[in-house]
């Protein structure tokens, strides 16, 4: 149990806070299955691109924990609380398809020719000037920034309840 409050999520907090600092924008590209902070990250960066083989699910509440990456306030603003309640809390796992159409990634991409159209795509973003691209992310995100790293910690909080709680049930 030592071991365990001295890392206290740190790790954790410190990948999520990096994503709500970073000035520049952050592209991610998905090429498979993504469960987890790899699913709930998503809301803190700026585009996403999938492969159409791609599949997303935070199978949180099966495992005993709650939801983290400040999923619980950027999921619902991005799809709606009835979907992200679907994805958060109830175990769903969805495909590329449905990632775009609830507005969790910008767009898929066939799995036979991802590579070379998601590195187009990454390209084409990297050849807009920089400046002009941190003003609007400041713009559109800077708000938010300090009310998330606040639920960042929040989450983190709950998170070490959630797995005190599974370390104690693993020790009896």
């Not at 902070?37 to 699910?57: E, H, N, P, Q």
Request: hydrophobic share 40%; charged share 25%.
């Amino acid at each position: 149990m030592k071991d365990f409050e001295a890392m206290k999520n740190r790790v954790y907090t410190h990948f999520v806070h990096a994503l709500i600092d970073c000035k520049k924008p952050v592209i991610v590209l998905v090429n498979g299955h993504t469960i987890g902070i790899g699913v709930t990250s998503l809301g803190l960066v700026d585009a996403a691109y999938a492969s159409d083989k791609a599949t997303f699910i935070t199978p949180f509440s099966k495992i005993g924990i709650c939801a983290e990456g400040c999923s619980t306030y950027t999921f619902p603003r991005i799809m709606g609380y009835s979907k992200a309640t679907e994805l958060l809390s109830f175990n769903a796992k969805i495909t590329a398809q449905q990632a775009l159409e609830w507005g969790l990634i910008s767009g898929v991409y066939p799995s036979a020719d991802f590579e070379e159209k998601a590195r187009a795509k990454v390209n084409e973003i990297a050849q807009l000037p920089l400046k002009s691209l941190m003003y609007s992310k400041e713009l559109v995100r800077g708000r938010d920034r300090d009310f998330l790293h606040k639920l960042n910690e929040q989450e983190a909080d709950k998170l070490d309840v959630c797995f005190k709680a599974i370390l104690k049930s693993l020790s009896s």
